[in-house]
């Protein structure tokens, strides 16, 4: 088998931290082959293509899918611009993997899927959460009994202000100037498309599809301040959750300017005979698969778990966004041996009808059933 070949949209923040770094690695060479790179912005293109040694970089991104001969590419673009790019890239004949979330809406990820269909290309979209050994051991417990009858379950995550903090945004050349303004902005921004996305696959790979959904929210912080220019702000950040499993487990999801009720992205879960928190089984450290060598890590298990997702061998370690890269690959061995990815579009347009519908319900005061599943 030949290896793909690959390129990268979008040379922001997140292709610099992984996934430019990760595939530009010797051991992958067998399987991927970093051929090409395009970016929109004045000179970034071609300065990440000569920091990682990509023969191609682009400007134009119809351009890029013409005449750079990849077979697959990744897109680390701002969401909103995901569903009309990989339109595009599928029409192209390209395999394509989407960084989180997918789409923003129910609709566009059920077109990207019946077009890939159409068009025999294979899709894969992150955030994989059921490749974490930690989910598949507390999904296992939670059905082995372990903490009796499930009642409910919380999860989330906050903006806080990391993005305008991010070391490639704060410098003065193509590659440290990258402008965060979209994270803040329709279409596509906001915490739950960009982080709670995180919390809520993983809930649903645990739980299974949600049946319908309710919600409050809203803009918190209108304005926000990066490098001292006012940015309006009209991305609902503010945002409380309702969701409904089915039988009357019912869960709570947040995506907020700030604050937490669980550990990093994953949920907590409560039952008649105990409760799974973060990590931890009725307070003990809960055993799986690599549990051991994420507690070897030096900042600790939730470090280490980046560390034993599929293919994140020890060279891999020391770079950013294992997980970023982890989908990437599960798409590549796709292509090359027909193996299904964890990562699915099917599972991505679940999260993401969950999310545009608990929007909706908050706007319009109603309850929304939710019609898709994986």
């Known amino acids: 088998m030949k290896p793909l070949r690959f390129g990268v949209v979008g040379a922001g923040s997140v292709a610099q931290r992984g996934i430019m770094p990760h595939l530009s690695l010797p051991d992958v060479k067998d399987r991927v082959v970093l051929s090409a790179v395009c970016d929109p912005a004045l000179g970034r293109a071609d300065a990440a293509a000569e920091k990682f040694s990509i023969p191609h970089a682009y400007t134009d991104y119809a351009t890029f899918l013409r005449e750079s001969g990849v077979d697959a590419i ?12 990989g339109k595009q890239a599928i029409l192209a004949g390209k395999h394509v993997h989407f960084n989180k979330s997918m789409t923003t ?11 890939a269909k159409a068009h025999n290309v294979t899709l894969a979209a992150s955030p994989g959460e059921m490749n974490r050994p930690h989910n598949q051991a507390i999904r296992t417990l939670i059905q082995a009994g372990a903490i009796g009858d499930l009642c409910w379950a919380v999860c989330g995550a906050s903006f806080g202000r990391y993005h305008e903090n991010e070391e490639f945004r704060l410098g003065n050349d193509p590659l440290t100037s990258v402008d965060p303004s979209w994270y803040y902005r329709k279409p596509g921004g906001g915490p739950l498309y960009d982080m709670t996305v995180y919390a809520l696959h993983g809930l649903t790979g645990i739980l299974g599809p949600a049946k319908r959904v309710t919600a409050m929210s809203g803009v918190r912080i209108p304005q926000r301040e990066f490098r001292g220019v006012m940015v309006d702000c009209d991305a609902d950040d503010n945002t409380l959750i309702l969701i409904d499993f089915g039988n009357n487990v019912f869960a709570m999801a947040h995506g907020t300017p700030a604050g937490s009720i669980s550990e990093g992205f994953s949920g907590s879960y409560f039952g008649t005979k105990g409760s799974i928190v973060g990590l931890s ?6 055993s799986y698969p690599g549990s051991d060598i994420a507690d ?8 280490g778990n980046q560390w034993i997702l599929p293919g994140v061998s020890v060279t891999h370690r020391d770079i950013d966004e294992h997980h970023v890269y982890a989908d990437i ?6 292509v090359l041996t027909g193996s299904t990815p964890v990562a699915s579009a099917q599972h991505a347009a679940h999260v993401i009808e969950l999310i545009e519908a608990g929007l909706r319900a908050a706007e319009t005061g109603n309850t929304q059933l939710l019609t898709s599943s994986f």
């Open 74 to 85: 990744t897109l680390a673009t701002p969401i909103g611009m995901h569903y009309e790019q």
């Open 105 to 115: 809406t129910l609709a566009e990820a059920n077109e990207l899927i019946a077009l």
């Open 281 to 286: 089984l009725n307070g003990e450290p809960i």
């Open 296 to 303: 070897s890590h030096p900042d600790g298990r939730w470090a």
């Open 329 to 334: 690959m599960q798409l590549v061995d796709a």
